[in-house]
């Protein structure tokens, strides 16, 4: 028997917004630890890992480690019926051929169930090496989003370059440049607004802007984003889940033939 | 290589 109880059901509405449109697909794994879904996108360029840790759930039972496969676009139709307010429940049996939703209004005058059907999905499971990043930034995420997309519009990729003053954000095309600096915050009241950067050394990468649109979906989840980048690794994009859990998202740099 | 080829080489298949 699965069971898992989330208060805020919102939370669950902006993990399915951060991924659907990456993912037709995906496994979402369920242990007694948790949920956690890994999963490369539908263009196999950019990986995208899951974790809601069983502490940040009301309820949480999991008898037996479980696999389900969930078409996103079912999934989201589900999760629309739910409203921002409401507390969702899924649960499934051990074996599951289908989930159950539960979506409860917060006086509990509305409970509204829908199932929805499991797929076999033969998703190979990667192992994320432990690393050591050269650069770590943190910064407001819809900062990190409106940059995406102010540049975006004038190439296709975007030069993330960073060093202890500040990260900066570049890009080149047809009609000319731009060019975004963010310096490391001194003193901030939000912790929410502040800018900071932890360098071990400079490093200056390129990045594809298709890709980091696609990361921003995850922006409503975290005020908070976390950029991790090295040398000829993937960059790792990080939104908390509320204080149990985070999406990450990882993509390799360009490299000039 | 491509942005794929170095995703590949850097995650290991489990």
Redesign the interface.
Do not use: F, N
């Given at each position: 028997m699965f069971e898992a109880r989330l208060t805020q059901g919102s939370l669950l509405k902006k993990v399915m917004e951060a991924i659907r449109e990456l993912l037709n697909e995906a496994s979402f794994d369920c242990s007694e630890n948790g949920i956690q879904l890994q999963a490369?996108d539908n263009s196999?360029?950019?990986?995208v890992s899951l974790n809601m840790g069983s502490e940040g759930f009301d309820k949480f039972r999991c008898d037996r480690n479980l696999t389900m496969g969930m078409n996103l676009a079912s999934l989201s139709k589900i999760l629309k019926c739910a409203s921002n307010s409401d507390a969702i429940t899924l649960k499934a049996q051990d074996d599951p051929d289908t989930v159950t939703f539960t979506f409860e209004s917060e006086n509990n005058e509305r409970v509204s169930d829908y199932s929805m059907k499991l797929i076999n999905l033969d998703q190979?499971?990667?192992?994320?090496?432990d690393t050591e990043y050269s650069c770590v930034v943190k910064m407001p995420s819809a900062d990190f989003a409106r940059i995406c997309k102010d540049l975006s519009q004038f190439g296709d990729c975007i030069t993330i370059s960073c060093t202890k003053e500040g990260i900066k954000f570049s890009v080149a095309g047809d009609i000319g440049t731009g060019n975004v600096k963010l310096a490391q915050t001194a003193n901030v009241d939000k912790e929410s607004e502040a800018v900071t950067v932890e360098m071990q050394e400079p490093v200056s990468l390129t990045f594809?802007c298709r890709y980091l649109n696609h990361f921003t979906k995850a922006t409503p989840l975290s005020e908070q984003v976390q950029l991790s980048l090295s040398a000829?690794?993937?960059l790792v994009v990080e939104y908390k889940i509320g204080e149990f859990g985070h999406i990450r998202y990882?993509?390799?740099?360009?490299?000039d033939e | 290589g491509s942005v794929q080829q170095r995703m590949d080489s850097f995650f290991t298949v489990v």
């Open positions: 490369m196999h360029v950019s990986l190979e499971h990667l192992g994320i090496p594809a000829d690794v993937p990882y993509l390799a740099p360009k490299i | -």
